[in-house]
């Protein structure tokens, strides 16, 4: 059965694929830095020939952002369409990884092989399992598997400005397909792999606070003048209640609870919160009173400071009196959570609780609603048992923390359902210094790929 | 009468001396940052250098930190000890200086001429307005005033952690002087010349918070984890009440009421709490409700953040959950508050609000209690006669906002008494991007100590 076949290529073939991978992370392509704008477009060409080297005629289609890449190739049925970003975070603090971020290498551990690097896991190393899957089935078979639209972002690191009017501009050349894969998500543990059913949404905000119009001596000053860094401490400590909870007015309006159903089946997965918890240096789940941890990382919504910053910050002390302070402040959503609407009611209590003499400004950084597959489409369940062949345990439906808006654009602009299977690990450190991927989740990444196109194959045509 | 002649000399000797402190301010001695070390070397090297054009053999003497410039000159009585300091702030933020902070120049304003630089007010303008009236003494009869100890300090702008172990080190040398001259204060208006009798201390503190052992992906642990910065901001936000008192407890013991006198003298000076505040884009006082303007900055005690940093600060987003939030807090003391004290209140308040999962730790950043002039000493109203001799305004003795440390310790070690006598003006932007000193306050400053110092000789002969 060509399967086998294309599975043991898969497994000859690994070293040369890691070879690829690590060209790829060797481009520093950080959207949300502009430093870091002719790095994008190098990761966009880089991925265009390696498509080119399969057969597959892609292009790099420019945005008023970072480029978009989008090949098509094969015929028939199915015909799913690939999502993966080629964006990374961003590497700060530097000081904290123990190799150069954009130099990355294989390190033996010992949990096994890694491979180090930014954006090894995030989302690089996930979308070339695709690629790689790819790959060795037409090196295998001289076909491939279904008809295939590739779609690669830059921006999905950066709030993917561009994302949405190109999808738009572009709507009959991406309707086509029966169902969306996304490869930005992770095993539920070591051994058991997940199709991620529920997506968190995403409302990011700056908020900066001016006061005095210099920033002053506060010897000369202070006492008298208003200090930015104190309003905002002000507004940022009455964003929750003693209980956890979040007070922007309105806020939990469309957050649903569980089913009992889905409850059940998270409690089977044996979740080991104090382990979580304990793996970062933590005791206490931090959200609201009587969630448990899965809950607070599923299924509730939050409120997070990402980054503040105001006076005087460098070696040292400087008896500054501030004339701004600015704080990143993103809202994770779910259910059905207007983010437009829960914008407007946060600037408003912000406006109100700043005195007099302090002015604000927002800065937009996105606002993408959650998302909830429906798992009655049978590629769900095919896709689930072929992950179940691959892996030590049976794949389950997960719900997961993070935001991936994209399989909410696919389902508002493409009517699109999306199917989100990826091999993170939650120690894979996304977003923090020292990010790596497994290279057992690379290498089986690429295998279960092979299997669930198969089972796609079969359900589809 | 020879006064004149002096006086004279320094009319004609203007040019040269400003061209002396350009000099000086070209050298970028920031004591706080360890990578300006080797400039704050060479501030002293070029004091010790002009001193000795000047015939005073001087030394610049090593600490731990930056050194200490000492240098003895002249016979007779009084013996004075002149202090000012050759350290100057830090420049950032850099893209609002309409220059480059360490190119000095003259500028024309619409209020006269300036001189643009960092330290050209605080404090190498002002040291040189006392150097350079002794050049014109010295080189108009051939002799000196008084005697005269010169100590110029370098770590006046960074808590001045060598200047106790130092002056006890070498009390011997510093206790034999009369009377202490400091130049680092400022007039009270353009033309009223000051000497200021009451100055606040100061307690500066970094408090770093921790949470998580490393950085976070905010959808991975959003909700569950602790957010630092979160935890920080509640301590802020709890450090002044409604009324903007401070909660510290014990805070306001030693802090007392102005005498009757006292704010009958200040009443006088027909202070404008809302010229001040509107100078800086500001219409209320933000202290403690009750208390005018003045009070505040003069003879009330304060808590402020002069810097706070977490998190992803740069361009764009990134929805990362921080492992640390830091912020410097600094306090303003009045009376006999007790900085070690009110140390200890603090960091114990902190320790008890902050959450099970987060750590703190401190940074020390100097501990200084007020210091309060007697202004009985007959050199006092000698000096102040001096003064009006050479304004426009008689001069008055007044409060400051401002802590100098050094007249606490004068007195506390040397058994000193201070006379605080400057030229800096409220707009001369000190600390700030575009500092500036008017030229006028440095030829008149010239002037003045001229008067001041055949003032204090006929008083102390």
């Given at each position: 059965?060509?399967?086998?076949?294309?599975?043991?290529?898969?497994?000859?073939?690994?070293?040369?694929?890691?070879?690829?991978?690590?060209?790829?992370?060797?481009?520093?392509?950080?959207?949300?830095?502009?430093?870091?704008?002719?790095?994008?477009?190098?990761?966009?060409?880089?991925?265009?020939?390696?498509?080119?080297?399969?057969?597959?005629?892609?292009?790099?289609r420019p945005t008023p952002g970072h480029p978009m890449?989008?090949?098509?190739?094969?015929?028939?049925?199915?015909?799913?369409?690939?999502?993966?970003?080629?964006?990374?975070?961003?590497?700060?603090?530097?000081?904290?990884?123990?190799?150069?971020?954009?130099?990355?290498?294989?390190?033996?551990?010992?949990?096994?092989?890694?491979?180090?690097?930014?954006?090894?896991?995030?989302?690089?190393?996930?979308?070339?399992?695709?690629?790689?899957?790819?790959?060795?089935?037409?090196?295998?078979?001289?076909?491939?598997?279904?008809?295939?639209?590739?779609?690669?972002?830059g921006e999905?690191?950066?709030?993917?400005?561009s994302?949405?009017p190109f999808?738009?501009?572009?709507?009959?050349?991406?309707?086509?397909?029966?169902?969306?894969?996304?490869?930005?998500?992770?095993?539920?543990?070591?051994?058991?792999?997940?199709?991620?059913?529920?997506?968190?949404?995403?409302?990011?905000?700056?908020?900066?606070?001016?006061?005095?119009?210099?920033?002053?001596?506060?010897?000369?000053?202070?006492?008298?003048?208003?200090?930015?860094?104190?309003?905002?401490?002000?507004?940022?400590?009455?964003?929750?209640?003693?209980?956890?909870?979040?007070?922007?007015?309105?806020?939990?309006?469309?957050?649903?609870?569980?089913?009992?159903?889905?409850?059940?089946?998270?409690?089977?997965?044996?979740?080991?919160?104090?382990?979580?918890?304990?793996?970062?240096?933590?005791?206490?789940?931090?959200?609201?009173?009587?969630?448990?941890?899965?809950?607070?990382?599923?299924?509730?919504?939050?409120?997070?400071?990402?980054?503040?910053?105001?006076?005087?910050?460098?070696?040292?002390?400087?008896?500054?009196?501030?004339?701004?302070?600015?704080?990143?402040?993103?809202?994770?959503?779910?259910?059905?959570?207007?983010?437009?609407?829960?914008?407007?009611?946060?600037?408003?209590?912000?406006?109100?609780?700043?005195?007099?003499?302090?002015?604000?400004?927002?800065?937009?950084?996105?606002?993408?609603?959650?998302?909830?597959?429906?798992?009655?489409?049978?590629?769900?369940?095919?896709?689930?048992?072929?992950?179940?062949?691959?892996?030590?345990?049976?794949?389950?439906?997960?719900?997961?923390?993070?935001?991936?808006?994209?399989?909410?654009?696919?389902?508002?602009?493409?009517?699109?359902?999306?199917?989100?299977?990826?091999?993170?690990?939650?120690?894979?450190?996304?977003?923090?210094?020292?990010?790596?991927?497994?290279?057992?989740?690379?290498?089986?990444?690429?295998?279960?790929?092979?299997?669930?196109?198969?089972?796609?194959?079969?359900?589809?045509?």
């Amino acid at each position: 059965m060509s399967l086998e076949r294309i599975l043991d290529r898969i497994d000859s073939d690994l070293d040369p694929a890691i070879a690829r991978l690590m060209e790829l992370l060797r481009i520093p392509s950080i959207s949300t830095d502009r430093d870091y704008k002719a790095e994008c477009q190098r990761a966009a060409d880089w991925l265009v020939a390696d498509l080119a080297s399969l057969g597959v005629e892609a292009e790099a289609r420019p945005t008023p952002g970072h480029p978009m890449v989008v090949g098509h190739v094969g015929e028939g049925a199915p015909h799913v369409l690939f999502y993966g970003h080629y964006d990374v975070q961003p590497v700060d603090p530097l000081n904290l990884w123990s190799r150069e971020p954009f130099d990355p290498a294989i390190e033996e551990t010992a949990d096994g092989k890694v491979i180090r690097g930014r954006g090894s896991s995030d989302d690089k190393g996930q979308l070339m399992t695709f690629v790689e899957a790819c790959r060795a089935w037409k090196a295998e078979t001289g076909e491939w598997p279904c008809k295939i639209t590739f779609f690669f972002e830059g921006e999905e690191e950066s709030g993917s400005p561009s994302l949405v009017p190109f999808l738009k501009e572009n709507a009959d050349e991406f309707s086509v397909p029966d169902l969306a894969l996304i490869c930005d998500t992770g095993l539920f543990d070591r051994d058991t792999p997940a199709i991620t059913t529920m997506l968190r949404g995403l409302l990011g905000e700056e908020v900066i606070v001016t006061g005095p119009k210099m920033d002053l001596h506060s010897g000369m000053y202070g006492g008298a003048a208003m200090n930015p860094i104190r309003a905002l401490a002000r507004v940022i400590a009455a964003l929750h209640d003693e209980t956890g909870r979040i007070t922007v007015p309105g806020f939990y309006d469309g957050v649903p609870e569980i089913t009992d159903e889905m409850r059940a089946q998270w409690d089977a997965l044996g979740f080991d919160a104090d382990a979580f918890l304990g793996e970062v240096g933590l005791s206490q789940p931090a959200g609201e009173q009587g969630r448990s941890a899965l809950e607070m990382v599923w299924s509730r919504p939050t409120c997070e400071v990402n980054g503040i910053t105001g006076g005087y910050t460098g070696n040292g002390f400087k008896t500054v009196l501030p004339s701004e302070a600015r704080a990143k402040i993103s809202f994770r959503l779910v259910g059905t959570q207007d983010p437009l609407q829960i914008r407007e009611s946060f600037r408003k209590m912000v406006r109100e609780m700043l005195p007099e003499d302090c002015d604000v400004r927002f800065e937009d950084h996105g606002a993408s609603p959650a998302s909830v597959m429906s798992t009655a489409d049978p590629a769900f369940e095919a896709a689930r048992e072929a992950l179940s062949d691959e892996w030590p345990n049976d794949a389950a439906f997960i719900g997961s923390g993070g935001s991936i808006p994209i399989a909410g654009y696919f389902k508002s602009i493409l009517g699109l359902d999306s199917l989100l299977i990826g091999f993170g690990r939650e120690d894979d450190l996304i977003h923090s210094p020292n990010e790596k991927y497994d290279v057992r989740s690379f290498h089986k990444g690429i295998r279960s790929w092979a299997r669930v196109l198969d089972a796609l194959a079969s359900v589809k045509s």
